[in-house]
């Protein structure tokens, strides 16, 4: 048992070792602001949504991950010694998901309100879009005050909207953001007319979107947790049994354990597939404020 916990330590310590030293790989052949990683822009995203800064969502995800290896290493069984922690990672994301899409999904049409107040300030109070937008981001609401802040500071209000839009991990804020500094160089006209034809008619549609596959995917959710509650708690009932707990510690019930885990994420992951939340086209929003500099924007 002892060997079998050095042999994980020593391989966790060599996948650690190997991105550590691809990260100082990337660090000198990528600038900064070109990077992308999908598993931590999926982590920011996540956090984004629950309105937690994301090294704080790692930390909390690490720290469950601490725990369920404290409850494995009091089981005396080796293969949860392994399974521990990937079941605190998967369970800590998976609880809280749910939260941070609903969270994201009502931040949104909180933004869509605001488009609107942006719209009705050029067109009928006659204000400049940055204006309009400073005075926007000193009131922006309870759901949009951390996105919007930028709007309200001094300096460039393109680099705002770049900081807004980076902030939101939305693609309905983001492909705003985008078109705005877009527009921000044409008429005010133009502008008007794209909030009206383009951002608030694709915003809704997106929305309304959102919102019919958030029912299904709170279901499945709903679902999981029923299934996984009900076989942790079959487990913790089996392991108070001395003869129970005594044969999963053997290598025979090791094998059984994991066959048992491994037939219930399949029936998880066969769950997922009834409707799969596609990714998002992201804006470079820096790089096209970049660009509308060059040329004039």
């Not at 705003?176 to 383009?198: F, H, K, N, P, Q």
């Not at 596959?213 to 999981?224: E, G, P, W």
């Not at 076989?231 to 003869?243: A, G, P, Q």
Request: aromatic share 8%; proline share 3%; hydrophobic share 50%.
């Amino acid at each position: 048992m002892i060997l079998v916990l050095f042999i994980v330590m020593l391989l966790g310590g060599l996948g650690v070792a190997a991105c550590l030293v691809d990260w100082g790989r990337l660090r000198t052949s990528i600038p900064s602001r070109e990077r992308n990683f999908p598993g931590l822009e999926a982590q920011k995203d996540i956090a984004a949504g629950l309105g937690w800064p994301w090294k704080y969502w790692l930390a909390f995800r690490i720290g469950c991950c601490v725990a369920c290896e404290l409850l494995a290493f009091s089981s005396n069984i080796a293969l949860l010694y392994i399974a521990g922690p990937f079941i605190g990672w998967l369970a800590s994301g998976f609880l809280l998901a749910g939260r941070s899409a609903s969270r994201r999904i009502k931040m949104e049409r909180a933004f869509l309100e605001r488009l609107r107040d942006l719209r009705d300030r050029m067109a009928v109070s006659n204000q400049s879009l940055d204006t309009a937008l400073q005075e926007i981001g000193r009131n922006p609401g309870k759901d949009l005050k951390h996105v919007l802040a930028p709007l309200a500071q001094g300096g460039s209000i393109v680099a705002n909207i770049v900081e807004a839009g980076q902030r939101s991990r939305s693609p309905v804020v983001e492909y705003a953001c985008g078109v705005l500094i877009w527009a921000r160089s044409r008429s005010l006209d133009a502008l008007i007319e794209s909030i009206d034809t383009i951002l608030l008619p694709i915003g809704v549609a997106q929305l309304e979107v959102e919102e019919e596959s958030m029912v299904t995917l709170t279901q499945q959710r709903a679902v999981t947790m029923a299934m996984s509650g009900l076989m942790v708690f079959m487990l913790v009932m089996i392991l108070r049994v001395d003869t129970f707990r005594t044969y999963y510690q053997t290598w025979t019930g090791n094998i059984v354990l994991l066959s048992v885990i491994g037939i219930f994420s399949v029936l998880v992951w066969l769950l997922g597939l009834i409707v799969k939340t596609r990714g998002w086209t992201r804006w470079n929003l820096r790089k096209l404020a970049e660009q509308q500099e060059h040329i004039g924007g």
